[in-house]
């Protein structure tokens, strides 16, 4: 099993800067991809970014493309999620996930493990 644990959430004006962090634990954590998703009262969940975890792929959805930068750390089994400029309309839960079998996953059937999220609440 696997099991993730997002961090860093909580509450900013708009234009500032947050740093989530989701820390990956397990015997069998051996990720092809890490991705970060969030989900608004009312809304579906929504993809954000994804990075393989071997390095050399990222990508993100159009919305928060320049604002937000997907890194990982291997050492520490850590996937990040550096946000700025940070808008209203960002305000939702943010959750990280990994899949072993997919290398490049933007949707989240793609995924395998799902952390608990991490509330993010933008103010204007």
């Known amino acids: 099993q696997v099991q993730l644990v997002e961090s860093g959430g909580g509450l900013v004006q708009a234009g500032g800067s947050l740093r989530l962090s989701c820390a990956a634990s397990?015997?069998?954590?051996?990720?092809?991809?890490m991705g970060w998703f969030r989900q608004a009262p009312g809304k579906e969940r929504e993809f954000l970014a994804t990075?393989?975890?071997?390095?050399?792929?990222?990508y993100y959805t159009d919305s928060v493309k320049g604002r937000f930068t997907i890194s990982r750390l291997i050492t520490k089994n850590t996937v990040y999620l550096h946000m700025k400029n940070l808008k209203p309309e960002d305000t939702a839960v943010y959750y990280c996930?990994?899949?072993?079998?997919?290398?490049?996953?933007?949707?989240?059937?793609?995924?395998?493990?799902w952390g608990q999220g991490t509330q993010v609440t933008v103010s204007s």
């Open positions: 397990g015997r069998t954590f051996r990720p092809y991809s």
């Open positions: 990075i393989s975890w071997s390095g050399g792929f990222e």
């Open positions: 996930a990994s899949t072993a079998t997919v290398t490049r996953a933007v949707v989240a059937a793609q995924y395998d493990y």
